[in-house]
């Protein structure tokens, strides 16, 4: 399986002395989920109310919260936010998005949350969204 990696590329693992990586994508088909998923988040952004964006800001910069626990409050809020999408929506992807969407307002209302909003960003969407990505990824190679 690939793993995410902040600059882009793919993870690389040693495999008989050499450096190896994972089953093979196919960049179009990112192109083309990113795309999607970018139109979506720009529809949304303008639908997430600041409270929601400087609720979770406070949560951040709460140094006593534990990883599990802001990780459940960014669950709540993008839970929260995804009853009021449209029901012809799937509810997984809106659950992306909203993910991603609130990660950006965050990193931009407090640029020094990048690093701590990012890595639980990536922690919820690997807890809850990992097997709805690959889903995505092989039905658009199919």
């Known amino acids: 399986e690939l793993e995410l990696q902040t600059d882009g590329n793919r993870s690389g693992h040693l495999q008989n002395g050499e450096l ?3 089953p093979e994508v196919d960049e179009e088909v990112v192109r ?3 795309a999607q ?3 979506i988040g ?3 952004d303008k639908e997430i109310k600041a409270r929601v964006v400087n609720d979770l800001v406070q949560h951040f910069l709460n140094e006593n919260l534990s990883r599990e626990e802001i990780t459940r409050r960014m669950s709540e809020a993008v839970e929260g ?3 009021a999408i449209p029901a012809d929506m799937e509810q997984e992807k809106a659950m992306l998005v909203l993910a ?3 990660t950006k307002k965050i990193a931009n209302t407090m640029p020094s949350l990048l690093q701590r909003v990012f890595s639980t960003t990536v922690n919820y ?3 809850h969204l990992h097997n709805y990505i690959i889903r995505m990824v092989s039905a658009i190679s199919q």
């Open 32 to 34: 083309i989920i990113a």
């Open 20 to 22: 190896g990586y994972g």
């Open 81 to 83: 936010l995804t009853r």
């Open 42 to 44: 720009d529809q949304f």
């Open 125 to 127: 969407i690997s807890q």
């Open 37 to 39: 998923l970018a139109e």
């Open 100 to 102: 991603m969407v609130l």
